[in-house]
């Protein structure tokens, strides 16, 4: 048998923004992933990560936090389901950054992105899968 989890309903506001900012960033890297990957110009690459997987990383992460300084989470022993979170979501960042910068030096040449920003984002996307586990799995 399995029993629900109840949450005060002022959890609702910042779990709901985590998620959305999650799914999002998901749905942005993956699309930027098969963009690179095929082939197409630099200059869309560079658009799906900057008006997409950018906001959707810092709205993923600032209701990450939001949640889990409301849940009690943030201590000095925090659980290692959010410990993960972290160890993914900071790296995920710089290939993300570094990713877009080079989509964007590519785009200003008129060219397609490199090889080095589908490795970026894929390893951005594994890294996100990793997290999407950890919180849907909570390893203790």
Same mark, same amino acid.
């Given at each position: 048998?399995? &029993?629900?989890?109840?949450?005060?309903?002022?959890?609702?506001?910042?779990?709901? &923004?985590?998620?959305?900012?999650?799914?999002?960033?998901?749905?942005?890297?993956?699309?930027?992933?098969?963009?690179?990957?095929?082939? #197409?110009?630099?200059?869309?690459?560079?658009?799906?990560?900057?008006?997409?997987?950018?906001?959707?990383?810092?709205?993923?992460?600032?209701?990450? &936090?939001?949640?889990?300084?409301?849940?009690?989470?943030?201590?000095?022993? *925090?659980?290692?389901?959010?410990?993960?979170?972290?160890?993914?979501?900071?790296?995920?960042?710089?290939?993300?950054?570094?990713?877009?910068?080079? #989509?964007?030096?590519?785009?200003?040449?008129?060219?397609?992105?490199?090889?080095?920003?589908?490795?970026?984002?894929?390893?951005?996307?594994?890294? #996100?899968?990793? #997290?999407?586990?950890?919180?849907?799995?909570? *390893?203790?």
């Amino acid at each position: 048998m399995m &029993l629900a989890v109840m949450r005060p309903d002022e959890f609702n506001v910042p779990l709901l &923004l985590h998620i959305l900012g999650a799914t999002a960033l998901v749905g942005a890297l993956v699309t930027s992933l098969v963009l690179a990957g095929a082939g #197409a110009p630099a200059r869309t690459t560079f658009r799906t990560l900057l008006w997409a997987a950018v906001p959707a990383w810092i709205l993923m992460y600032a209701g990450g &936090l939001w949640i889990a300084d409301k849940e009690g989470l943030n201590g000095s022993n *925090p659980p290692d389901w959010i410990d993960i979170g972290n160890m993914t979501a900071e790296p995920a960042s710089l290939a993300i950054v570094v990713a877009t910068v080079l #989509a964007w030096l590519a785009a200003r040449k008129g060219g397609t992105a490199s090889r080095i920003v589908t490795v970026l984002v894929a390893v951005a996307v594994l890294l #996100a899968l990793v #997290a999407v586990w950890a919180m849907t799995t909570k *390893p203790s």
